[in-house]
């Protein structure tokens, strides 16, 4: 069973710049969430794609966007990168079965540092 | 509005020692709530889970927490703490669609 994984693990971008962060789903699983996870504190909760399309945001702006692929990969893009976006980013995966909310499967996450 | 709050930033034990690491969350329907670890460098892994029925759960790693209601608590423990467990523990919510974590707490171990 291949768990979840994330690419890259690290990159330095400068501000203004456009960012995609790759997310492929543990084997199984239809449905995926972003977490953004600044220093120091815990993961807070960007969007959730389920289908291939956007079950759920939280408190980000638009400049924060995702997709979802057939196979259950993701993708997140952040444009017009902000110093405030330096943070780990976290893709976990879940497989929806109506019951409420399950458990999340992390990859190791990508770091983002905006200079 | 939904939230989780932990207390303690950082908590230091003895290796050996028991530990006990609180959560509290604000919900207005029956919570889901979930305790996850994260060492360093590492995404997030499951310790255990509530969702219903018996209030005490038992989790991987010997991590043992209860759920009461009354109290709005779903507090972590472990009788006895090895130095492996040393990281950062984040208690959760699950509120619908989406998981809301608290700030963590990190956990020390000394020899």
């Known amino acids: 069973e291949t768990g979840v994984t994330q690419s890259p693990t690290h990159l330095i971008k400068t501000r203004g710049q456009q960012v995609t962060l790759r997310c492929s789903s543990q084997?199984?699983?239809?449905?995926v969430s972003w977490y953004q996870q600044a220093l120091g504190q815990g993961p807070q909760f960007i969007f959730q794609y389920y289908r291939e399309e956007e079950n759920g945001r939280g408190n980000f702006p638009p400049r924060f966007s995702g997709l979802q692929f057939p196979n259950y990969s993701s993708e997140l893009n952040v444009n017009a990168l902000e110093l405030d976006d330096s943070a780990l980013y976290l893709c976990?995966?879940?497989?929806?079965?109506?019951?409420?909310?399950?458990?999340?499967?992390f990859g190791e996450g990508s770091r983002l540092t905006v200079l | 509005a939904q939230s989780v709050t932990q207390p303690d930033i950082h908590i230091t034990v003895s290796e050996g020692a028991s530990l006990e690491l609180r959560c509290n969350y604000s919900y207005g329907a029956t919570p889901y709530l979930f305790w996850y670890v994260q060492s360093p460098g590492q995404g997030l892994q499951l310790l255990l889970k509530?969702?219903?029925?018996?209030?005490l759960v038992q989790g991987i790693k010997g991590f043992e927490a209860e759920f009461k209601r009354s109290q709005s608590s779903f507090n972590l423990r472990k009788p006895s703490v090895h130095w492996s467990d040393a990281a950062e523990y984040f208690c959760a919510v699950g509120a619908g669609f989406k998981t809301i974590f608290g700030a963590g707490t990190r956990l020390f171990v000394k020899a």
């Open positions: 976990a995966s879940s497989l929806a079965n109506g019951g409420g909310p399950g458990e999340l499967f």
């Open positions: 084997s199984g699983h239809n449905t």
């Open positions: 509530y969702f219903s029925g018996d209030t």
